[in-house]
């Protein structure tokens, strides 16, 4: 068993670690701040564009009520920084489309849908009915019942 004085010294190791991390990232991403703040502020009136940072990456989150809103600020940045946004990935439940850089990997748009949108809006396509386990501790007698035989009993 480990001491308590054990388990101390380990949790701060590994705060120690997060936070060695973390300002390796916000290091990274000082690099790009002053850019990235002029690309953004020509948005400042049209645009609701919430600024983040999360994973050594910044976050540009745009409410969008239909995609095509959201091309002016992805064309703004990868002019601004000579990168390419090549790939898209849709967070449907969250009604968020995400806008990556395969070869830029600290700056990602998210282009969020915005509540009643008439043009752009998350839809249900389908349901999905999955089988999730259902556990208790059994103990003595009833411990011995392996999985695979109560999965028999029930079918």
Not at 34 to 57: A, N
Not at 138 to 143: H, V
Request: glycine share 4%.
């Amino acid at each position: 068993m480990r001491t308590a004085k054990q388990v101390i010294q380990s949790s701060t190791e590994a705060i120690a670690n997060y936070v060695k991390y973390a300002t390796q990232d916000i290091i990274k991403l000082s690099v790009y701040a002053d850019q990235l703040d002029r690309v953004l502020s020509q948005f400042e009136e049209s645009h609701q564009i919430e600024l983040m940072q999360s994973s050594g990456k910044f976050i540009v989150r745009v409410p969008v009520a239909k995609m095509d809103e959201v091309v002016p600020v992805i064309e703004a940045l990868e002019e601004g920084f000579g990168i390419e946004f090549d790939s898209t990935e849709d967070v449907a439940n969250y009604g968020w489309r995400l806008f990556k850089c395969k070869d830029y990997d600290w700056i990602r748009v998210d282009a969020e849908v915005k509540q009643g949108s008439e043009e752009c809006r998350k839809v249900i396509v389908a349901y999905e009915t999955k089988q999730v386990p259902v556990y208790e501790i059994k103990c003595g007698e009833d411990a011995a019942t392996p999985d695979a035989q109560l999965e028999a009993v029930e079918a």
